[in-house]
């Protein structure tokens, strides 16, 4: 009988600390492009590197 004394409180305090990351996990975006996640995880496409003459602009040509 003295073990629920401490493991109901022990459950709330956990299930409440689980509430609490959910709700944050909402609040700061988590959940909100499911979709974009979903195909990064699928692409197996290399980063396309950016062309040396788009890297530099017209003004930084050394005469």
Known sequence: MTAL????PSALALGALGL???????NAGQFDDL???SW???DDDAP???PASA???PGDAVS
């Open 5 to 8: 004394a401490w493991l109901i």
């Open 20 to 26: 609490i990351a959910f709700l944050w996990s909402l």
């Open 35 to 37: 979709e974009g996640a």
């Open 40 to 42: 990064r995880a699928i």
């Open 48 to 50: 396309r590197a950016q």
């Open 55 to 57: 890297a530099t602009s």
